[in-house]
């Protein structure tokens, strides 16, 4: 029953987080509709093409960016939570500092590579109508 409880709160915020990604996409949609428009004044309802458009070809792109950020949020956890137990520690310990350089290294490698997960890979998304992968690349 624990298991199931378990596998019960991680569908939940799994969920939660491809309903976010959908409504992250269709605000990126419907801004570039607007953007893009010479006349503001003849845009009627981008939102509701942008909708559409975002059910029709980008639901993959959704669950997608849902997926790696449910998969990626447990790491960042236990990442935030050493770098506060070293910070917190004493620093004149030899053993500290030697834990602190080896494993900021780490750290900011991982860092540098979650930059590529971020909302604005929905926005490229959005933008250009391509593959949550190429969306990567173009950030």
């Known amino acids: 029953a ?3 409880a378990a596998l019960n709160i991680a569908l939940f915020f799994w969920w939660m987080l491809c309903l976010l990604s959908v ?17 503001k004044n003849t845009v009627i309802l981008p939102v509701v093409r942008a909708l559409k458009d975002v059910l029709k070809y980008h639901v993959g792109t959704a ?12 790491p960042t956890r236990i990442i935030g939570t ?14 500290v500092r030697f834990c602190m350089a080896f494993c900021m290294i780490f750290i900011h ?13 929905l926005v490229q998304s959005a933008l250009w109508s391509v593959p949550y992968i190429l969306s990567l690349i173009h950030i």
């Open 2 to 4: 624990r298991y199931i």
């Open 23 to 39: 409504g992250d996409l269709i605000i990126a949609y419907s801004l570039s509709i607007w953007f893009f428009t010479k006349r």
């Open 63 to 74: 669950i997608m960016n849902a997926t790696v950020k449910f998969l990626l949020a447990i």
């Open 82 to 95: 050493a770098r506060s137990i070293l910070r917190s520690s004493k620093q004149h310990s030899n053993m």
């Open 109 to 121: 490698l991982y860092e540098t590579f979650l930059r590529y997960i971020s909302k604005h890979t």
